[in-house]
Structure formats: C-alpha cells, structure tokens
C-alpha cells in the first residue's frame, strides 16, 4: 500500500510540473540582461542578453508556455518603457531562429499563434 501511494505522489508531481508554465520570475531573469538594449540605451544585444534568449526559447514549448511568457514581458515592458518594436529584432540579433511579435501595453497575449513568441 506505501509503495501504491508513493507512486501516486510521484505521477502528482510529475503531470503538476509538466503543466506548469514559465513563471515571471524566470521570464524577468532571462530578459533582464537585455533591459539596455529593449530601451534603446545600446545598438546591439550583450552576449548575456542572447544566452537568456536562448533560455527563454527552451522554456516556450506549448501556448500555454508562450501565452504567459507573453504576459510577463507585457507587464515588465510597461515598467520599463521598452520598445516593442526592439522585441521582434532581439532573436535576429541574437542568431535565435525564433518569431517574438511587438509586445506592447495593448497587446493581447492570449492571441498568440503557437509560432508566435518563442
């Protein structure tokens, strides 16, 4: 019966992480070494910034994922007065093979297409 209910936990935790969406935090950490060139302060993206893109990529594997990843950048951009314009060219800077539309303050994330945003 312990071995039953040991199995049990393990598939609970197993199917809540594989359900589980990239957080904000992991989002913000990803992206925060890019904040400079988002905001027009540099002309091109630091190697850090291109390895948290790289990142963030990788943790985009559903709409789910995407969606939320979406939201997070939407609510750090206002924060920060990013341009969104600045978004859809990071990946190419970064020589990421990725599609990253213009988030901005009035962008719904919930219309991402699943070849949108990472």
């Known amino acids: ?11 609970l935790i197993i199917s809540k ?3 589980s969406v990239p957080s904000c935090g992991e989002v913000v950490s990803d992206l925060a070494p890019c904040l400079r060139f ?4 540099e002309t ?11 990142e963030l990529k990788g943790l985009a594997k559903t709409k789910a994922d995407r969606v939320a990843i979406c939201n ?12 969104s314009k600045k978004v859809t060219i990071l990946p ?4 990421v093979d990725i599609k990253m539309p213009a988030i901005g303050k009035n962008f719904d994330c919930s219309k991402v297409k699943l070849e949108d945003l990472l």
């Not at 997070?72 to 341009?83: H, Q, T, V, W």
């Open 17 to 19: 992480s594989a359900l």
């Open 92 to 95: 190419k800077k970064c020589g």
């Open 1 to 11: 019966m312990a071995r039953f209910l040991s199995v049990i936990v393990l598939l």
């Open 44 to 54: 091109k993206p630091r190697a850090r910034c291109c390895s948290g893109v790289k």
């Open 38 to 41: 988002l905001r027009g302060k």
């Open 72 to 83: 997070c950048g939407k609510k750090a951009g206002s924060n920060f007065e990013i341009d």
